[in-house]
């Protein structure tokens, strides 16, 4: 069922191989003792209107007042989340001045104002972009580091072409943050903030690989080679005989159409003391979702190659919280599958058993992210006992016309949880909303000749995450992310995430994790 003919697999990953090109660099992130350089690529923080200190009247002094006199011209007024690029200002080859507003500087608008930086230095010809900072905000240097390496994100491994017309390969090199205290701020960002973005990165390169490229086993292969040399981490991997045995009905019946096989994949990470319960990510993890025989329409389907970001980004968190050696115990849960349609495919009208026991009829083979994800959830709660579950999934269309590209979903029966997971978006940038869920949405699931049906009408994603609620202990906090609509970024992006893969919850989970758990957890 499983098979695919040894030889085809080979060519395709030489072929692969061949195509593939060495992805691109991003910069290299460094601090510096703060001064103003003598000429080359600058970038510094305004804060709003009127008189301007720091930085900015020293590179305004070096330009004989030329930076304040562009600026006036420009009617720029240092607002938030814009900036004003500014060529030729000798001695320097380019200024960019980024707004901050006038309000106080927050963690959030300094990680903007980096991402920014970030974003300019990505698409900059020159050998090095140095960032200017005379701020007292406390840790402000490694904010706008982390902004920086986050906006900064470039994915060029399929591009033929790399060089710039002038030469130098258009974000090569460094960025320079200069602030007082570079060695410290330098010290602190690469233990508690280089690791996160590490795990955004994994996340977003998993996302935005093609099909192709990224399948179950490649998924699996890429996470043990991110985990590579770490401590505390342990990794185990059900194939399909293993996850038969254990009757996973749900992840075997998506997979079984494609010649792909689904895998299940466990990443723990023990920061904690020995024995405290674990905190628990499961991810959707469809590599590619044709929509199975309930088949989707042409028409942007190659987005569905982005169906398993809840699953990168539940490892990439986890990724990131091992490698900041953070006090916690967590585990990643990915469930990975294809949905292809075939003569072996899930047919509308089956009914699949699950392995906690529970049945579900088929209504759509278009609604098998749920059908994935209550395998993995049962999986976590029997073999670690997780004191909470997070799932995350780009799971219905609903959601995107609920919230649209602003909010991803928030589902739970636990106030307690909801409450912390808001404030945690609000503080990281992934933002949530609270969705209702209605006793009755478990009415519109009865099926006639199973416990449920796989799909119950509208509302869409409230079904849905009352559909895998059912696999969750009453006893057990649980939230579900609803991520359809925060997964991708078509054009544009913002400060911190360029457009296309935009590694949603990462961030999300690790400000949770150090605001509400780590906080709780014995050292």
């Known amino acids: 069922m499983f098979r695919s003919p040894p030889l085809q697999r080979l060519l395709l990953a030489l072929f692969l191989s061949c195509l593939a090109l060495p992805a691109a660099a991003q910069r290299e992130i460094r601090f510096d003792a703060y001064a103003v350089p003598s000429g080359g690529t600058i970038a510094l ?166 099909a192709s490229a990224v399948y179950p086993e490649e998924f699996v292969r890429r996470t043990r080679e991110a985990f590579s040399g770490m401590r505390g981490v342990t990794i185990e991997v059900l194939d399909v005989p293993a996850m038969q045995r254990l009757g996973m009905g749900g992840i075997l019946a998506v997979g079984q159409g494609s010649a792909r096989p689904p895998r299940l994949l466990v990443v723990r990470y023990d920061g904690a003391g020995r024995g405290e319960a674990p905190v628990a990510f499961v991810g959707k993890g469809i590599t590619f979702d044709s929509g199975g025989l309930s088949i989707k329409g042409s028409d942007g389907m190659w987005r569905m190659k982005y169906d398993m970001a809840g699953a990168a980004s539940s490892v990439g968190a986890v990724l990131g919280l091992a490698g900041r050696g953070a006090a916690v115990n967590a585990v990643a849960v990915a469930a990975l599958a294809e949905n292809m349609p075939s003569g072996t495919a899930t047919r509308p009208g089956d009914v699949i058993r699950t392995a906690s026991g529970k049945t579900f009829e088929v209504m759509s083979t278009d609604a098998e992210g749920r059908m994935v994800l209550v395998d993995a959830i049962w999986y976590v709660q029997d073999r670690h006992q997780p004191r909470a579950i997070i799932d995350i999934a780009t799971l219905t269309g609903s959601i995107v016309t609920a919230l649209g590209g602003d909010y991803a979903g928030l589902f739970s029966r636990d106030d307690g949880l909801a409450g912390q997971l808001l404030a945690a978006g609000e503080a990281s940038g992934d933002a949530l909303w609270r969705m209702p869920m209605h006793p009755g949405y478990g009415k519109m699931l009865e099926s006639p000749i199973a416990d449920l049906r796989n799909g119950g009408g509208r509302p869409g994603s409230g079904t849905a995450a009352h559909f895998i609620g059912e696999w969750v202990g009453k006893d057990t906090p649980w939230a579900h992310v609803d991520i359809a609509g925060m997964a991708w970024i078509e054009t544009g992006g913002t400060a911190t995430t360029p457009a296309g893969a935009t590694a949603f919850g990462v961030r999300l989970f690790d400000r949770w994790v150090r605001d509400h758990v780590e906080t709780q957890s014995a050292p």
């Open 45 to 210: 923080a305004m804060r709003g209107e009127g008189a301007q200190g720091g930085a900015f009247a020293e590179v305004d002094a070096a330009t004989g007042g030329a930076l304040a006199r562009a600026v006036a011209a420009a009617g720029y007024k240092g607002r938030a989340e814009t900036q004003l690029d500014l060529p030729g200002l000798a001695p320097f080859d380019r200024v960019l001045v980024v707004g901050m507003g006038s309000d106080a500087a927050t963690a959030r608008t300094l990680e903007d104002v980096g991402g920014r930086v970030g974003r300019f230095a990505a698409g900059s010809t020159a050998n090095s972009v140095e960032l200017l900072w005379q701020g007292d905000e406390p840790a402000a240097a490694q904010q706008l580091a982390f902004g920086a390496a986050l906006g900064g994100y470039r994915f060029d491994r399929y591009r033929s072409q790399r060089e710039d017309n002038n030469g130098p390969r258009a974000g090569a090199g460094t960025l320079v943050v200069r602030t007082r205290d570079g060695a410290a701020a330098a010290q602190a960002f690469q233990r508690d903030w280089a690791p996160v973005a590490n795990g955004v990165k994994f996340a977003r390169d998993l996302v935005t690989e093609p």
